[in-house]
Structure formats: structure tokens, C-alpha cells
């Protein structure tokens, strides 16, 4: 690919990355509409009709025990990072192309679920690592075509729509993270929309509960 093929990539790429990380801090914004779907002490889990696909916007709220730069370390989207050992939902990340420090395309492959219902799916995003003036941290995906990992025997490739997870500071409390995620995704293949809109809100619910047990048992 020549030097002019790979900048237009890239702006690309960056432009629709950027334009996700607008999103997720618009919906950080936007309290109107939102039903909550599960909540307990860890974590609220809510919802509402996406403007994406015909589907939901999940949002997850929690406060973590740890500083944001350290939580982030749990959370990035790395291959050989903290992720993959506690995040049972994710069997593996692969980098399919780094752009620069801060985006990349992405595979997610995740494993079955509902007792086997929802069989492994497969995701290509591209990821957008951004840091704020005011010290949070947020990733922000959204699926795209890429031509070294069309979909592949073994997955159901499923499509993220402006997703991801966001560390912010807590004033006041350095030691404090509160942790926002947004999800609004085609699992793809045929599957009950009882089952699907079931699988979010406790597979969201079960992220923040694993992920508040791995700060205390990893160790980044």
C-alpha cells in the first residue's frame, strides 16, 4: 500500500474513531431516556433504543477502588493484557493493524455463552485510546471492514456499533474510578430478542463484579 493510500486510511479510520469517542461522551451527557435494566451495589445497568441499529444502547455505572490510571491498566484492549485473564466474556484480542500509539483495528473473539445458545462470535473494531485534561481514560470502538480478517469457519462475526469504556476520576477521591460502559452491539446469526435483550444487562453486571474481584487478585 503506497504512503498516500495509507494517510487516507488512516484519516479514515481517526475520523470514525473520533466521531465514536463525541458519541460516548454525548451519552455520558444525555440522562433522558434511560430505563434501568439491573442494578446492585457494584454497578446500575440501563438501557434505551439505540440510533444505530435496530437495538438497544446499554449503559453500565459503577464506582471501582482504584485510580483511573490504574484501573485502565485492567481494561485496555491488549493482547497479552489483564483482560483476557478475568474477563470471561473475551477469549482473546488480536491486533489486526496499529495505526499509531492510540488506534488500531482490533478482533475480539469472544466465547459461548448461554450455555452454549450464543455461540463464539468474532468482532472487528477500530479502537481509539483517548486521555483527557481532566485524567480520565476511554476506549472507543465501532466495527469496520477490514481485508485481513474477513469472517472466519468457527465465528459468528457480530458488528459493534459506538461502543466502549470509560475511567473517570472521582473529585476528590484519587483512589476512586468511576467506571462508565456503553454498549450497543449485533451479536448477528438468529437469535431470540428475549435471549438477546436477557444476555446484556447480566453479562454487563457480571463484567463489573469480575472485574471489581480481579483488582484484588491481579496485579497489573
Known sequence: MSGAALS???????GMADSVADKLVGYSKDDGGWRVAKSNKLVTISWRASTEFPGYLYKGEGLLEMAPDELWEFVKPTPDGLRVKWDRNVRAFQILQLLDEELSVCRTITSSAAMGVISARDFVDVVLVKRYDD?????????????S??????YVRGFNHPCGCMCLPVPGEPNKTKMVTFFQTDLGGYLPRSLVDSFFPSTMAEFYSNLSKALTTLKP
Request: proline content about 8%; aromatic content about 8%.
Open 8 to 14: 487516507s486510511l488512516f484519516a479514515d479510520y481517526r
Open 135 to 147: 485524567g480520565s481514560i476511554a476506549s472507543n470502538a465501532t466495527h469496520v471492514v477490514h481485508e
Open 149 to 154: 480478517c474477513p469472517p472466519q469457519l468457527g
